[in-house]
């Protein structure tokens, strides 16, 4: 099993709210990622999570905070976003975060008003 | 810190025709990775390739590696309207902070016509 899920596949929030995004895999890999990508862009990293400790952190705004409860789970925090920050984000995992191939989640679709 | 370029960005290619698309990196990179993504979905994973000459093949896709030229290339053989999508290639960083970061091309959108 090679699967990746994502919760929600679409979100509509305003600037003032606050949402998660949350990632999951089953597939015992010990990291996990968040990339953001826009239309016709490739995807960017945004963090990476290696054996539940964050690795790589790509200078991302506080706006956005990651989390990793456990080996299995990723979530994204959002909270006071800005309408460029809409956007597919996505979640891959791989076995480790030495470049190992990453799997990826469908992506939630980010719609921030 | 290693970049990578792919070209062409746009490819518009008949069914049945051969064409390539090049993957040019620009530092030592540990592994190659061809990615396929189709409007609104996610990333799927096509190949790795893992050292100099390596060559991997899956129906109509063809992807090798030459890591002397720093360059990988994606065939497509005979091309057919469901090969349409959006082609990434991805090294990856060998060192420093960034080891073991994906770093990937701009993209290639192929779509195949009748």
């Known amino acids: 099993d090679t699967e990746v899920t994502q919760t929600p596949k679409h979100l509509v929030m305003g600037m003032t709210n606050k949402k998660s995004l949350k990632c999951e895999q089953h597939?015992?890999?010990?990291?996990m990622y968040w990339y953001k990508q826009k239309a016709k862009k490739p995807p960017e990293l945004m963090f990476v999570y290696s054996y539940e400790k964050l690795s790589i952190n790509e200078s991302v705004p506080s706006r956005f905070s990651p989390e990793c409860p456990n080996s299995s789970l990723l979530n994204l925090h959002l909270h006071a976003l800005q309408p460029e920050d809409s956007a597919l984000y996505l979640c891959a995992s791989s076995q480790d975060s030495t470049g190992d191939t990453q799997y990826f989640g469908p992506g939630t679709r980010l719609t921030v008003l | 810190e290693l970049k990578v370029e792919q070209n062409p960005l746009f490819l518009s290619m008949q069914e049945g025709k051969n064409y390539t698309i090049y993957c040019n990196y620009s530092?030592?990179?540990?592994?190659l990775y061809w990615y396929r993504q189709d409007p609104g979905k996610s990333l799927e994973s096509l190949f790795v390739l893992l050292s100099n000459g390596a060559v991997k093949q899956e129906g109509r896709l063809m992807a090798s590696l030459d890591t002397k030229a720093r360059l990988s290339t994606l065939h497509i053989t005979a091309a057919v309207h469901d090969l349409s999508a959006t082609y990434f290639c991805?090294?990856?960083?060998?060192?420093?902070?960034?080891?073991?970061?994906?770093?990937f091309g701009q993209g290639t959108i192929l779509t195949v016509h009748p």
């Open positions: 597939m015992g890999h010990r990291a």
């Open positions: 530092t030592t990179s540990d592994r």
């Open positions: 991805a090294g990856v960083n060998a060192g420093g902070t960034s080891y073991g970061k994906l770093t």
